[in-house]
């Protein structure tokens, strides 16, 4: 089955920074890697994804690459808030052709904090 | 995104009892929901995937008969936790697909259920 590796555990950074946080996979068939920020006491929120046929998507403050080749992906935060302090996973699935997908294996996990 | 509600946000009950989590879809039709344990500081464990008018299909190691899941309809789901204990605490956290593809992920708020 899949295996997703996450790094860092955790992360300090000061406002107005920029954060990278990196994910690899192992299953070579997976095709679909979202991102998900999970405040604290709250459930996970999608914040970006990306599709394997796509090398790079940004939105706003936030992009995330992908090397299909080295089976590794990552997040970047630019212009860091205070409000962007919380745990942040990377997942991976493999979406099918006609809609769906399996189950998503998630990283585990990155306990980023913005420090004014 | 798409909204996924999840009720009780947090419950107390004592040994013995049963607990029942309520996950709806609220702006769109969901086949499939996906039920997720979450302990302190870890990441997401799939416990099941719960499918529209048939059996839930449930992740190796957990129990079927302790966790039970209903999905009646295409916007409702629920997951009873039987005779709860207090090693059954933790963040219950249920999630359903949407898209284009429908491959995205949006979760619910989550379910603090503390044992006592």
């Known amino acids: 089955g899949e295996n997703v590796e996450q790094h860092p555990s955790t992360l300090s950074v000061q406002e107005g920074d920029s954060a990278v946080i990196k994910c690899t996979y192992s299953d070579s068939a997976s095709n679909y890697f979202p991102w998900y920020k999970q405040e604290l006491g709250k459930g996970p929120q999608l914040i970006i994804d990306i599709r394997s046929n796509v090398g790079e998507k940004k939105d706003q403050r936030i992009a995330v690459t992908l090397n299909k080749t080295a089976k590794h992906f990552s997040l970047h935060i630019t212009e860091t808030q205070p409000e962007d302090s919380a745990v942040y996973f990377c997942a991976a699935s493999i979406s099918f052709i006609g809609g769906g997908g399996n189950k998503l294996t998630f990283g585990t996990g990155t306990q980023l904090k913005v420090e004014l | 995104g798409a909204v996924v509600s999840q009720h009780p946000s947090r419950v107390i009950c004592k040994s013995g009892t049963s607990v029942k989590i309520e996950c709806r879809s609220l702006?769109?039709?969901?086949?499939?929901m996906f039920w997720y344990r979450q302990f302190p500081k870890q990441s997401l464990m799939l416990m099941a995937t719960s499918n529209e008018g048939s059996k839930a299909t449930y992740e190796q190691g957990v129990e079927k008969d302790k966790f039970l899941i209903n999905h009646a309809s295409l916007t409702l789901s629920t997951l009873t936790v039987t005779s709860a204990h207090p090693e059954d605490s933790s963040f219950y956290i249920c999630?359903?697909?949407?898209?284009?593809?429908?491959?995205?992920?949006?979760f619910g708020s989550g379910t603090q259920l503390s044992v006592l």
């Open positions: 702006d769109f039709q969901a086949t499939t």
């Open positions: 999630s359903a697909r949407t898209g284009a593809t429908n491959e995205k992920l949006f």
